[in-house]
């Protein structure tokens, strides 16, 4: 019996992205929205695909072209897993494809430092932490500075009365 060595293709994991189902309207308006602009499909048929997940959205890819393919769409709130499972893979209906999709939106996306609209989401929320934290901060201790806060803190008997004292 012959063996054959197996040559680098052969050896080269393919990676698949599959589209899990959608938690919410929303995101799947977004998702559809997403794949119509990139993709060359219609709104119809963008919604075809979500509505029928899990499906495998692309498949034959290498590592690192899945992950920038999955970075891009998560910002839409997809669920999408990126798998060299096949066991997996037949499980799921797949996308046909008339003509490969270009990954142009890629290389726009990747040109940039950083998405802009995860950074702004996360400079919101960070403002939305800091003014909660400071309506907490104000219940708590009323009007008073930080300064006075630490100090009361550090010790009551040094700290200056906001009230008259009655024993005194």
């Avoid at 992205?17 to 998702?31: C, F, G, H, T, Y």
């Avoid at 999955?70 to 996308?95: H, K, M, P, S, V």
């Avoid at 901060?137 to 630490?150: D, H, T, V």
């Amino acid at each position: 019996m012959l063996f054959k060595k197996k040559t680098n293709t052969e050896t080269k994991d393919i990676w698949a992205l599959v589209l899990n189902s959608l938690p919410n309207e929303i995101a799947k308006s977004r998702m559809i929205e997403c794949m119509a602009k990139v993709f060359p499909i219609s709104i119809e048929e963008a919604s075809d695909l979500v509505d029928n997940t899990p499906i495998i959205l692309l498949e034959g890819l290498d590592q690192v072209t899945g992950e920038q393919v999955q970075n891009y769409f998560l910002a839409t709130g997809a669920d999408l897993i990126l798998t060299e499972d096949r066991t997996f893979q037949r499980r799921c209906f797949r996308a046909v494809w008339p003509s490969p999709p270009k990954f142009d939106f890629i290389e726009s996306e990747s040109e940039s430092v950083s998405n802009p609209s995860l950074a702004q989401k996360e400079d919101d929320l960070n403002e939305v932490i800091r003014q909660s934290n400071s309506a907490i901060l104000k219940s708590l201790y009323g009007s008073k500075s930080s300064e006075e806060k630490i100090d009361e803190e550090r010790d009551p008997a040094q700290a200056t009365p906001n009230t008259p004292n009655e024993f005194e």
